[in-house]
């Protein structure tokens, strides 16, 4: 019998108002993992209520005491860490190698990051005027609604409640409608731990419905999003009416250039790793190489060779290193490109198709594709195709890869792969992108900050820069003088 899932709003785990319910389909043979609870406004209405109830006490609680909750919710995350790992790989395809070694193993190790990181947030202190004592005070945003995506379903989910938690707001929290199911367990741990009921609340259902209800509503006080770019973009209209801010984690499409100078088998490496992990499902993959000439045929044919090797199959056994797309739409959008590339003139230079085994044919399987291309406006090296297939392009100068790179609406990261690091790290400068690596591409870690330029969104997730997208630094002047200051003394006094 599929487990029963429950959203969790005020506290208590419970059904939707309605009573309705969505199947979550495990992507890799197409069978039912769990019936999750389909939510609708209604059920918006009630958890913003919860979470503007729990608003005052919970932003009056002590720093420390809110951050000892944050550290007995990661313990029981690391008991049940046996539990969540298949679960993760059930309900979206990510390989156990990646839920077991990543995603679960994340989610206490953030919550502990930030645990320690928030009981050291400060406001500034202003030297502003003498007879004055200026300085700011960090208060929390107040309800916020946090809107995540299937990719990396926990990870994304904790990166956000985590900090929105710290610093004291509530918050409002709609996991992705196909993979919702370890953020309900999550939903479960926070009862056990005792974070007081209302301070999270957890809805599920589709964007549309469940998501905009959230957005719209007057008793939230932002948003953090991540997820598509025209999404995040609706978002936006929908919160701008009220000027509501939106911090936007978006798509990507990202460059690896690759100079004569760099270190081939380094560079095939990590384009494989990058290009192919998660099966390209990563909003910081590289999706477009710029090699230069004098390396290009080196680099292609070990490329080619390296992700040739990609183990894909089922999620589940340890071997796998790449399963299925999270859902069969994500197949048919992947199959539209490579049709498209091939008519636009592309080299198909490996894969193209789906897995020739009758093991997989239920599944959401795309193989590792690599297209040669010649044209940089083509849709496959301005389209975010979220799967394994990528294009790589000969270039004659590094120049002539740093504008091909930026010629993108999206800015979310790019790599140099060089073995002349002054060469590589002024190149990075030119480039417009939220993160930019040398001989390096998806290093992604709690310490280091995250987040995009362009239409990849603007805000910052991770580091000690995630505690400013929920907080706000409120201004307060003590005028110590026995008058005001003002410009009309002489006259008025
Ligand atoms: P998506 O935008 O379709 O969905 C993300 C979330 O938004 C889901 O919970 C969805 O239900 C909700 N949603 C959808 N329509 C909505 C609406 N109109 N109003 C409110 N909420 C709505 O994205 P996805 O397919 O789940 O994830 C893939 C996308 O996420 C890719 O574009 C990827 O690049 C991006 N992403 C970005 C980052 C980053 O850090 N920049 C990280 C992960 C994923």
Known sequence: MAYEYKILIDGK????????????????????????????????DLAVAAAQRARAAWRNTYVGERSELLMRLAAILRA???????????????????????????????????????????????????????????????????????????????????????????????????????????????????????????????????GEAIVKHP?????????????????????????????SELGGKNAMIVLDDANLDAAAEGATYAAFFNSGQNCGSPSRFYVQEGIYDAFVERFVKSASKIVVGDPMDPKTMMGPLAYKACRDTAERFIAGAKAAGAKVLLGGDRPLSPDMAKGAFVMPTIFEVYDNRMELMQEEIFAPVVGVMKIKTPEEAVALANDSRYGLCASVWSSDYRKAMLLTEELKVGTAWVNQHLAIVSETPWGGQKESGWTKENSVLVLEEYTYHKHLWVNMAETPNTFWKEYIS
């Open 219 to 247: 008793g939230v006080d932002k948003i953090n999003f991540t997820g598509d770019s025209g999404v995040g973009k609706r978002i936006m209209s929908l919160a701008a009416p009220r000027v509501m801010p939106v911090a």
């Open 80 to 210: 049940h860490e046996a539990e969540l790992v298949p679960l993760e790989t059930a309900q979206y395809g990510g390989p156990i190698s990646k839920t077991s070694k990543f995603d679960i193993p994340f989610a206490p190790a953030e919550f502990e990051f930030i645990a320690g990181l928030g009981r050291g947030l400060t406001g500034l202190t202003i030297s502003a005027d003498p007879t004055a004592r200026v300085m700011t005070f960090r208060e929390p945003c107040g309800v916020v609604g946090l809107i995540t995506p299937w990719n990396f379903p926990l990870v994304t989910a904790v990166s956000k409640l985590a900090p929105a938690l710290i610093t004291g707001n509530t918050v409002v929290l709609k996991p992705a409608s196909c993979a919702p199911l370890t953020v309900l367990k999550l939903g479960e741990y926070i009862v056990e731990a005792g974070i007081p009921a209302g301070v999270v609340n957890i809805v599920t259902g589709p964007g549309p419905s469940v």
């Open 13 to 44: 785990l419970t059904e939707s108002l309605r009573g309705e319910t969505m199947e979550v389909i495990n992507p890799a043979n197409g069978t039912r993992v769990a019936l999750v609870p389909k939510c609708g406004p209604e059920d918006v």
